[in-house]
């Protein structure tokens, strides 16, 4: 009798302390203690571009900088599947990945067919391309949606609206225009505008959708060197200045931007005399704008994404010290407190950058290893505690208990 007692004692207490060490890995981690290298084969890893599917499981597109193709990677729950997704010219740069609501990949990428030298500057023929998986044929559908004007494609960033129709922001490069286009599948075709048209150029767009299917991007002017955001009504456009800065030689001043459950823009950018990490709120009256991280050069590459409560998460490239660098905000009532952290701090990685982050509030991020040349993936999902490793070691004995009960009462 003692010894029944005992086994079931220790039963429970294995099932509680299980249930408990779960339950506490949902809050967000003070490191990253995932992290592979997704692919080594050549120098790979541009422009990475992350989604996660239903079951949380990463998927990224990404440059082969070595055989100038696009390529795609899923995590099977194992290891990760890679196939080449186009290869028929130099094809795959500035690549922008979404999940239908199939979980099917989307990407839109440029194709550089062809550059010669003009007056002393390189002059590039590319274009704006698309894949859609095509669950039917088990192959992607590969198409170009904007090649008339030459030298396009370039900063492209897709987005799916609420019946899967592709929208991509992207670039038209100078001597052509120095322009931010937006272009849309309407049916078998394509129908573009052109969004803000810059001087000296528009850089960084990111584009997002709200619940109408309304287009809303963020991206740099060149021109005045402004932080812009601009939103479309479904027949013209509309442009506000958000910040100004110094530019800075080197400074990529890439942008991104996400909308809240509330339609609300939140964008993380470059920004300041020296270049730090920025962060820009819309709350629905005026725009909050915030120094995230100002005790480093921060520029190159940023990716933002929102947790289920609309609270940022920010992954960015950190120049003073060639780290990947991971921030979390959360809002105290009056202002913003952001946790910093240091994802890879091998030296010479975090130059691409994707980001996405699960239902749990936790972040997964692909980037470039400049030093190796390997794409990677990070994410900061806890792995088991020692206390859910001890409920598990004790379940079998339970289990095992339990099955010797249930035969002595048959």
């Known amino acids: ?99 239908d609501s199939s979980g099917y990949p989307h990407i839109s990428y440029c194709h550089d067919r ?15 391309k698309y894949a859609a998986w095509n669950s039917s044929t088990s192959s992607w559908d590969i198409e170009t949606a904007e090649g008339d004007s030459t030298d396009v494609g370039t900063y492209s960033s897709l987005a799916l609206d609420s019946s899967d129709r592709p929208h991509i922001a992207y670039y038209r490069y100078w001597p052509y225009g120095n322009d931010l286009l937006y272009t849309h ?28 299917d309304y287009p809303h991007i963020s991206y740099h002017d060149w021109d005045d060197h402004r932080l812009r955001y601009a939103v479309s009504n479904g027949s013209s456009w509309s442009s506000t200045l958000l910040d100004t800065y110094t530019w800075v030689s080197g400074t990529s001043y890439d942008t991104s931007l996400a909308l809240d459950s509330s339609g609300h823009p939140h964008i993380s950018y470059f920004g300041g005399t020296t270049p730090h990490l920025k962060y820009a709120l819309w709350d629905g ?13 921060a520029h190159m590459c940023t990716e933002l994404a929102l947790d289920g409560s609309g609270s940022p998460h920010i992954v960015y490239y950190d120049d003073t010290n060639q780290d990947v660098k991971y921030a979390a905000g959360s809002w105290n009532g009056s202002s913003w407190n952001w946790t910093i952290e240091t994802v890879d701090s091998v030296g010479g990685t975090g130059y691409d950058i994707g980001l996405a982050v699960d239902s749990r509030g936790f972040a997964h991020i692909s980037y470039y290893d400049a030093t190796n040349g390997d794409l990677k993936y990070a994410n900061n999902t806890p792995e088991l505690p020692p206390s859910a490793l001890l409920g598990l070691s004790m379940l079998p004995w339970g289990i095992a208990y339990l099955r010797g009960r249930r035969r002595k009462q048959s």
Do not use: C
């Not at 099932?15 to 981690?29: E, K, M, N």
């Not at 990404?62 to 186009?86: F, H, M, P, Q, R």
């Not at 309407?186 to 109408?212: E, H, K, R, Y």
């Not at 009256?285 to 050069?297: E, K, L």
């Open 1 to 99: 009798m003692r010894k029944q007692i005992v086994r079931e004692l220790a039963l429970a207490v294995s099932v509680v302390v299980l249930v408990v060490a779960l339950v506490s890995t949902t809050s967000v981690q003070a490191d990253f203690p995932v992290m592979q290298t997704v692919d080594s084969v050549g120098d790979v890893g541009y422009f990475p571009s992350l989604e996660l599917d239903s079951s949380g499981y990463p998927r990224i597109s990404y440059y082969d900088g070595t055989n100038a193709d696009l390529k795609y990677a899923a995590w099977n729950g194992l290891s990760w599947d890679i196939e080449t997704v186009d290869w028929e010219g130099s094809v795959g740069a500035h690549n922008s990945l979404a999940l």
């Open 114 to 128: 062809s550059w010669w030298y003009s007056g002393g500057s390189v002059i590039h023929d590319r274009a704006l």
């Open 185 to 212: 599948r309407v049916d078998s075709s394509w129908s573009g505008q052109m969004v803000d048209n810059g001087f000296n150029g528009i850089v960084g767009p990111s584009l997002a959708l709200d619940s109408s």
């Open 285 to 297: 009256s005026s725009w909050d704008i915030t120094t995230v991280d100002d005790a480093t050069t």
